[in-house]
């Protein structure tokens, strides 16, 4: 699998696009239900697949870059988590997602020497009854609806502020819609969630 963002740039991964890949192959007969692997620039990815329903990722190993990082948005500044899941995330924590303010311009992440080909930022916020809230922004697309990789970046850092131990199990919840995030002790992350295909088109015409 190969991705790109909105703008035509390659991302190393998309925990989301994968997942709808998977359910395209065995939705159209490519590929049966069950455990099957796809090729990432992030190297293989092991999933599981039912006919209909949620899909699962094994989406690898979360790592903790070590360092302070701090992420300005809508004239606030809050202080982060660096993290790296084959593609780069700072995640912060807020009292409100309202606080956070427009992300259709990238927030200010520093160091920005962290991050030379740009970085995915995530604002999240607990929720009363122990799930987490998020708001995107994806490094050449702007604002989005959810981020696979961001989501499994959120758990870790989650687990981490809240001075827990592995394993740790979060629910997510993006504009997009609810996922779920497995993180075992070593830091490795399933990511689960439904993918459903909305409509066929032919990019034939585009190829030219």
């Known amino acids: 699998m190969d991705y ?17 890949m998977a359910r395209y192959l065995v939705d159209r007969g490519h590929q049966g239900a069950g455990i099957f692997s796809i090729l990432t620039r992030d190297g293989a990815k092991y999933l599981s697949a039912d006919v209909a329903g949620d899909i699962s990722v094994n989406m690898g190993q979360v790592e903790v870059i070590d360092g302070e990082i701090t992420a ?39 160091p920005k020497e962290e991050y030379p080909e740009g970085v995915n930022v995530e604002f999240v916020q607990f929720l009363e009854n122990g799930e987490l809230a998020m ?3 994806e490094r050449g697309s702007g604002e989005t609806r959810s981020c696979g990789t961001g989501t499994c970046a ?6 981490l502020k809240k001075g827990m131990k592995l394993p740790a199990k979060w629910v997510i919840n993006p504009p997009g819609g609810r996922l779920v995030v497995e993180i075992d002790p070593h830091s490795n992350a399933t990511l689960t969630g439904p993918a459903v295909l909305l409509k066929d088109f032919d990019l034939e015409p585009y190829l030219g």
Do not use: Q
Not at 4 to 20: F, H, K, P, Q, T
């Open 4 to 20: 790109r963002n909105a703008d035509g740039s390659l991302a190393e991964m998309c925990g989301n696009g994968i997942r709808v």
């Open 72 to 110: 300005a948005n809508n004239g606030k500044v809050w202080s982060g988590y660096n993290l790296n899941i084959g593609n780069p995330h700072a995640v912060v924590f807020v009292d409100s997602l309202d606080d956070v303010g427009d992300l259709k311009d990238p927030p200010v992440v520093r």
């Open 135 to 137: 708001r995107v922004h």
């Open 154 to 159: 959120v758990a870790l850092a989650a687990t």
